[in-house]
């Protein structure tokens, strides 16, 4: 009987989330490049049997944050045998000890968080052996530190142009997808647009002028469960939304779930784990929407 009910929970609240989010592309300016936005449900701490009910949905694009998580969810028999067409993000912070096993990851998409040029150059060797024969080149991101929180993870935003050059220049078996950034967290939108955000924007356009990319060409990862819909009307094409999908997260033992725990900086509180309960409002928002699996 749980099952029938979790798999109503999980339905209606994607369908509610993927209207939030066309709703939110149609309100972004002209000005913005016209790509759809990609939803990618953040499936961390949760069992295959809730990915599985998104995948019947029609969600395809799923991320995880850590690696040991995301190599035994993808590796699971109910996922391998009901979700052939899964699309794996890596969302978390990468350890240079742990490339090889995340890149064994079937179905592995977009790595969301390469973090400096001496990561792009392991994921870049590892890919090339992983491959083998294949000519197909492995999606990544980069991420940048746009608050300078000693929290966070990513590169200094000075550092945007010249690791992205390296990258594009050095690492033949990587395809540069965009910029990625988390952010501070709980952000008031009544003091104006989110700072972060604009910081990943004109990052983007320096990519874009020193490499003379076209603007629609990089994408950006900015935007979660809290805020999402201000992520997209801004320009966001990769917004990461967990809690208001699968419900809120348990930890029992956070140490526990943290693999590998690395010196530097230590894991930010997670927002999702933390934030209010979404509006009322947007939350009885809800229609019978067609899932965009890109």
């Keep these: 009987m749980w099952k029938v009910a979790m798999s109503e929970e999980v339905g209606k609240a994607l369908q509610s ?128 530190n746009t608050s300078g929180e000693q929290s966070k993870h990513g590169l200094p935003p000075e550092d945007t142009v010249s690791t992205v050059k390296h990258i594009v220049s050095q690492c033949s078996a990587l395809h540069f997808l965009g910029l990625m950034t988390i952010g501070r967290y709980g952000y008031d939108l009544r003091l104006g647009p989110n700072p972060d955000f604009q910081m990943l924007l004109s990052r983007r356009q320096e990519v874009c002028d020193s490499l003379k990319l076209p603007v629609e060409e990089v994408e950006l990862s900015m935007g979660m469960s809290t805020d999402f819909e201000h992520a997209i009307e801004v320009g966001s094409t990769n917004v990461r939304v967990g809690s208001i999908i699968f419900g809120n997260r348990e930890y029992p033992n956070s140490a526990a779930n943290t693999p590998n725990p690395s010196p530097g900086p230590s894991p930010a509180p997670s927002p999702e784990k933390n934030s209010k309960t979404v509006s009322e409002e947007a939350a009885k928002k809800m229609q019978h929407l067609t899932v965009s699996g890109q």
């Excluded at 694009?61 to 969810?73: A, Q, R, S």
């Excluded at 391998?80 to 240079?96: A, E, M, N, R, T």
């Design 17 to 144: 989330v993927v209207e939030r989010v066309n709703q939110a592309a149609a309100r972004r300016p002209k000005t913005l490049p016209a790509v759809p936005p990609r939803l990618v449900a953040v499936s961390k701490t949760k069992p295959p049997d809730m990915v599985v009910e998104a995948y019947r949905q029609g969600q395809r694009n799923f991320g995880e944050n850590y690696v040991n998580e995301l190599v035994d969810k993808a590796a699971d028999p109910l996922i391998l045998s009901s979700c052939p067409d899964i699309k794996w993000h890596f969302i978390g912070h990468l350890q240079k000890n742990n490339v090889n096993k995340l890149l064994g990851v079937q179905n592995l998409f977009l790595v969301e968080t390469v973090d400096s040029a001496k990561l792009a150059d392991k994921v870049n060797s590892s890919w090339q052996r992983v491959r083998g024969s294949s000519t197909q080149r492995l999606k990544i991101m980069v991420q940048i």
